[in-house]
């Protein structure tokens, strides 16, 4: 788990923001706790691992709210001891109880239990409930640890689709002088593009860059699919080269974006340029970059070329033309009329499926078999029907 850097000074991103952070006051032991006596017989027994001990003394004093906090306080260094005080919780505790808990576990590393006791959290808040994240940063005040947690909150609403939240949580570490791990940017980065909004992407790309959070190649690789899913590919080639230029390594998954791009913009020779690059850049295209190149040329209908493509594909030992590029080949031929070859191109894939499936499950093969043969016999009534 990659740690989340914390500055006791504001980042860059914090002296930027224009709205102010305001964190609840924090509670003072001395006033979260009426009782004391009981308080410090509690954590005695706790920090002793003696918790059947202390299941006995809750079962004639009630754990209050305040107790649990003032108790969670008191043995936030042993992680066992809180969590074994947080599961005596004669109800759901409290979000500054979630969040105390949260630091301890994640100070001790304790990422599993850290995750899912997020997890937990997070799937029974109703969607406009009362935010977390000042929580956590009230009791980070208090506690002086552990920035690592809020880059497991920022991951923990981005995993669970809350991605609104997830924005509140990298905007708000900021302020509390923290910046999240690459490793979850990418990951927010990422979904906000599978989410339909790569404008936001890029926007959260550049609040990374001022909070002095570097990118890494997935990170090139998404901003790139972002821009080009933007309908600008024009700053999404700008963008890889940008990067290529600081020394990033920029992967296939990169290229392929801006060659998809281009292909959907009827630009293929743009996106065979780009193949054509690939070598000198220390790259070996691969089964997807041709059949981006296919799928270009017989979206446009110039099935030469991609048959030409295709060629070049069989006769690269480290290639197999596989399924999809042969169900694009069909296609291509089907709305070109040339029924003939489209054919042509099922059997090939049956054959296809026959060799290289040989030594997966038996009902896999049958399945894709049948499929093939499926697509062939619909290809001959379609024949028959235009003729």
Same mark, same amino acid.
């Given at each position: #788990?990659a740690a %989340?850097?914390?500055?006791?000074?504001?980042?860059?991103?914090?002296?930027?923001a224009?709205?102010?952070?305001?964190?609840p006051t924090p509670s003072?032991? %001395?006033?979260a706790? =009426?009782d004391?006596?009981?308080?410090?017989? /509690?954590?005695?027994l706790?920090?002793?691992?003696?918790?059947?001990?202390?299941?006995?003394l809750?079962s004639s004093?009630?754990?209050?709210?305040?107790l649990?906090?003032?108790a /969670?306080?008191r043995?936030?260094?042993?992680?066992?001891a809180?969590?074994?005080?947080f599961?005596?919780?004669?109800?759901?505790?409290?979000?500054?109880?979630?969040?105390q808990?949260?630091?301890?576990?994640?100070?001790a590393?304790?990422?599993?239990d =850290?995750?899912?006791?997020?997890?937990s959290?997070l799937?029974v808040r109703?969607?406009?409930?009362?935010p977390?994240?000042?929580?956590?940063?009230?009791?980070?005040?208090?506690?002086?640890?552990?920035?690592?947690s809020?880059? /497991?909150?920022l991951?923990?609403?981005?995993?669970?689709?809350q991605?609104?939240s997830? *924005?509140?949580?990298?905007?708000?570490?900021?302020?509390?002088?923290c910046?999240p791990?690459i490793?979850s940017? @990418?990951?927010?980065?990422n979904?906000?593009?599978q989410a339909g909004d790569?404008g936001m992407?890029v926007?959260?790309?550049?609040? #990374?860059?001022?909070?002095?959070?570097?990118p890494d190649e997935?990170?090139?690789?998404?901003l790139? @699919? %972002?821009?080009c899913? @933007?309908g600008?590919?024009?700053?999404?080639?700008?963008?890889?080269d940008e990067?290529?230029?600081?020394?990033l390594?920029?992967n296939?998954?990169a290229y392929?974006a801006v060659?998809d791009c281009?292909?959907?913009m009827?630009r293929?020779?743009?996106?065979r340029r780009?193949?054509g690059?690939l070598?000198?850049?220390? *790259?070996?295209p691969?089964?997807v970059?041709?059949? *981006?190149?296919v799928?270009?040329?017989?979206?446009g209908?110039?099935?030469?070329e991609?048959?030409r493509?295709?060629?070049? #594909?069989?006769?690269?030992?480290?290639?197999?033309v596989d399924?999809?590029?042969?169900g694009?080949?069909i @296609?291509?031929?089907?709305?070109?009329g040339?029924?003939?070859?489209?054919?042509?191109?099922?059997?090939?894939?049956?054959?296809v499926?026959l060799?290289?499936?040989?030594?997966r499950?038996?009902f896999?093969?049958i399945?894709l078999?049948?499929?093939?043969? #499926?697509?062939v *016999?619909?290809?001959?009534?379609?024949?028959?029907?235009l003729l």
């Amino acid at each position: #788990m990659a740690a %989340a850097y914390c500055d006791p000074s504001p980042s860059p991103a914090a002296a930027a923001a224009s709205t102010p952070y305001h964190a609840p006051t924090p509670s003072t032991e %001395a006033g979260a706790a =009426t009782d004391t006596s009981l308080l410090g017989r /509690l954590t005695r027994l706790l920090l002793l691992n003696r918790f059947s001990a202390a299941a006995r003394l809750l079962s004639s004093s009630p754990l209050t709210p305040a107790l649990l906090h003032a108790a /969670l306080r008191r043995v936030r260094l042993d992680p066992d001891a809180a969590l074994q005080l947080f599961r005596l919780a004669p109800s759901r505790p409290s979000l500054v109880s979630h969040a105390q808990l949260i630091h301890i576990l994640a100070r001790a590393r304790r990422f599993h239990d =850290t995750r899912a006791l997020l997890s937990s959290l997070l799937s029974v808040r109703p969607p406009h409930a009362e935010p977390f994240f000042p929580h956590l940063a009230e009791v980070y005040r208090d506690f002086s640890f552990s920035a690592v947690s809020f880059d /497991l909150l920022l991951r923990a609403h981005t995993d669970a689709d809350q991605l609104s939240s997830a *924005l509140n949580v990298f905007d708000g570490m900021g302020k509390v002088g923290c910046r999240p791990s690459i490793r979850s940017c @990418n990951h927010l980065l990422n979904k906000l593009v599978q989410a339909g909004d790569p404008g936001m992407a890029v926007m959260v790309y550049e609040q #990374m860059r001022i909070a002095g959070v570097s990118p890494d190649e997935f990170t090139v690789a998404i901003l790139a @699919n %972002a821009y080009c899913r @933007n309908g600008r590919v024009a700053q999404a080639v700008e963008f890889v080269d940008e990067m290529e230029g600081m020394g990033l390594e920029v992967n296939l998954v990169a290229y392929h974006a801006v060659m998809d791009c281009y292909c959907g913009m009827g630009r293929t020779e743009d996106a065979r340029r780009i193949l054509g690059s690939l070598k000198g850049k220390g *790259l070996s295209p691969n089964v997807v970059t041709y059949t *981006l190149l296919v799928k270009g040329y017989c979206k446009g209908g110039r099935m030469e070329e991609a048959e030409r493509v295709v060629r070049v #594909m069989k006769e690269n030992g480290d290639i197999i033309v596989d399924e999809v590029a042969y169900g694009i080949m069909i @296609n291509g031929y089907c709305q070109s009329g040339r029924m003939e070859d489209a054919t042509r191109e099922g059997f090939q894939m049956l054959e296809v499926c026959l060799r290289v499936y040989e030594t997966r499950d038996f009902f896999q093969i049958i399945s894709l078999i049948v499929a093939s043969f #499926m697509a062939v *016999l619909l290809l001959g009534l379609l024949m028959k029907l235009l003729l």
